[in-house]
């Protein structure tokens, strides 16, 4: 269903489909990181710290991890803290409610990663050769973020997208949308998805089905 640009988009993860298969995190690397050199793919040491959505194991009150990953990334807030944070604008939200990064305007101060509450915002400082595979796409030296795949918004042409963690996604437990489709609004009007840190205030756009929440 086609959007306007200016419908506020958000993602929902029901933590009661995801197996845990990393296929959001490949298709992410693949989509936002990865360098194409010749026949050879050049990826970050340690690339999956760098894949925007990437798995976090909660602990038990004996430390014991669970099986499931829970998938974190940038929560897209409402009231952004790295966006208030940094000193040029080069953190900003754009029209669809997506908090994106303006590298030209990134003088490297680091705030924004420091601000996050959620730890999400990295910097790689290694090399990486040839260009990133979009015009967003991950740039050594400039904190990196989630932009919900901003490039494929951008081909959309004002309708609506599909992140490629979404996309790659078998068992539909990623859930992409506004509140205009009558599943996302189903289910946040519902109180079924919960967001992180609520009390923090930031208003996240990444909501969360829990186990105990199953539809």
């Not at 640009?5 to 845990?20: A, E, F």
């Not at 601000?115 to 015009?135: D, Q, S, W």
Request: charged share 25%.
């Amino acid at each position: 269903m086609a959007e306007a640009k200016s419908s506020k988009v958000l993602m929902i993860i029901d933590m009661n489909s995801c197996v845990g298969c990393m296929a959001c995190s490949i298709a992410c690397l693949r989509e936002n990181v990865a360098r194409q050199n010749g026949e050879e793919v050049e990826l970050p040491e340690n690339s999956l710290l760098y894949a925007r959505t990437k798995p976090v194991y909660l602990s038990d009150d004996a430390g014991v991890p669970s099986g499931t990953p829970v998938f974190i990334q940038c929560m897209h807030c409402e009231n952004a803290p790295c966006e208030i944070a940094c000193p040029t604008g080069a953190t900003f939200t754009d029209e669809r409610g997506v908090v994106r990064l303006d590298t030209d305007k990134c003088v490297g101060c680091r705030a924004c990663i420091v601000a996050c509450p959620y730890g999400v915002r990295t910097l790689y400082r290694g090399e990486l050769r040839g260009e990133p595979p979009n015009k967003y796409g991950l740039k050594p030296g400039f904190p990196d973020k989630c932009n919900f795949c901003a490039h494929r918004a951008d081909e959309a042409e004002g309708g609506m997208w599909t992140p490629a963690c979404v996309e790659a996604c078998a068992f539909d437990a990623r859930i992409f949308g506004t509140m205009e489709d009558e599943r996302v609004r189903s289910i946040v009007e519902g109180g079924k998805a919960v967001s992180l840190l609520p009390t923090y205030g930031t208003k996240p756009r990444l909501l969360f089905i829990l186990p105990e929440k199953r539809r």
